[in-house]
């Protein structure tokens, strides 16, 4: 590749460069056991020995670098964390039943949305008012005495706001969207009933949805449910209900492999820490030109999000940014602005790289 792009796409996100290289190299023949199996992974049937060792490599890679306890099943389905809007509320939540919904965000809005067509789902905690800058504390959240459960999104990627702590449900099972957050820090699974990611930000490629679920909560789930909406089902097959995205779980796999390698969720966290500090310094350092939008207690480590003076200079300086190999700058289209989302494939230097051209365009603009 003659030039380098720096893909600061929202998802589906930037990849690690060892795994694509490590995909390409085995795009024609699989390797397995130290030898070529002279097909694809996308040519292999679901139920060979050999996906199954792939398939159980990638669960138990997630497993492993999230300390997930053994009284929790790991999943791979399809349809997105959207899907999961529906159907966790059509597991979990009846027509006479109720669970509570933390609104920090856009995800959150939808959640509820879909929630709402399945039973009462009570928003008990809502940020719109200022704009969703900001997340509560734990104090600031009222529970309903009779909830199946309390959802919330870790992290909101169109706004930029994430959660500092994992919540803490008191006696009612917590349910997470995880998707833009997942395997960037530290999480305690003990405290969740549920947690749920698309796979296209920092797990592997669009059309995997990993589903971590107690198995105390997975007991709850609708008895009368369609199958292949049922998570018990899946969790019976291993996620092998019907034929799953072989080459999503793949790439799962090869990624749990990195991250490994690079020391683990300890020290993607650091670096994490470290690329977010860059760019938010820069933000701070130029506040009469670049305004951030979440609350400094709130700023999420993956999608940073700002504004400039104005519409006019947004719009040209995400189309400088493109010309100078910066992808993916655009707000998203509900609320415009800039964002910058530095998952954990995301190099510092590409951070570095866009400080200094948001320094020279701030002089010359």
Not at 32 to 58: C, D, P, Q, W
Not at 93 to 113: C, F, M, P, R, S
Not at 138 to 148: G, L, P, R, V
Not at 330 to 353: L, M, T
Request: aromatic share 10%; proline share 3%.
């Amino acid at each position: 590749m003659s030039k380098q792009i720096y893909n600061f796409s929202a998802g589906p996100a930037i990849m690690p460069k060892e795994v694509l290289k490590k995909a390409q190299e085995e795009m024609l023949s699989l390797q397995y056991l130290g030898k070529n199996i002279g097909m694809s992974v996308m040519e292999i049937s679901h139920r060979t020995e050999v996906f199954t060792a792939i398939n159980e490599s990638a669960q138990n890679g997630i497993r492993d670098l999230l300390n997930v306890p053994q009284n929790y099943q790991i999943l791979f389905l399809q349809g997105g964390a959207s899907l999961q809007f529906s159907m966790i509320p059509m597991n979990f939540l009846a027509q006479n039943e109720t669970a509570d919904y933390i609104v920090t965000g856009a995800w959150g809005e939808k959640a509820l949305v879909e929630a709402k067509r399945c039973g009462n789902a009570k928003e008990v905690y809502s940020s719109i008012k200022n704009g969703y800058k900001t997340v509560p504390q734990q104090t600031e959240i009222n529970f309903s005495k009779d909830a199946k459960y309390v959802h919330y999104t870790s992290n909101e990627t169109i706004e930029g706001v994430e959660f500092k702590y994992d919540l803490e449900g008191e006696e009612i099972p917590v349910v997470c969207d995880a998707s833009s957050n997942i395997l960037s820090k530290k999480i305690d699974v003990s405290k969740y009933s549920l947690i749920y990611a698309g796979a296209q930000k920092n797990i592997g490629p669009s059309g995997i949805t990993v589903v971590i679920i107690r198995d105390e909560f997975l007991e709850k789930a609708s008895k009368k449910q369609h199958s292949m909406l049922d998570y018990n089902k899946f969790a019976e097959n291993k996620s092998l209900l019907n034929t799953p995205n072989t080459w999503g779980i793949y790439l799962v796999d090869l990624v749990c492999k990195w991250l490994k390698n690079i020391g683990g969720i300890t020290e993607i966290e650091k670096i994490n820490q470290k690329k977010a500090a860059v760019l938010y310094n820069a933000i701070d350092k130029s506040r009469e030109y670049f305004t951030g939008h979440a609350d400094i207690d709130a700023r999420s480590l993956m999608n940073v999000t700002f504004r400039l003076p104005n519409a006019e200079l947004e719009n040209k300086f995400c189309n400088e940014a493109t010309d100078r190999g910066f992808d993916g700058l655009r707000g998203h289209r509900s609320v415009g602005g800039i964002r910058a989302s530095i998952y954990n494939a995301f190099p510092i230097e590409g951070v570095e790289k866009l400080v200094e051209f948001m320094t020279k365009f701030s002089k010359e603009n």
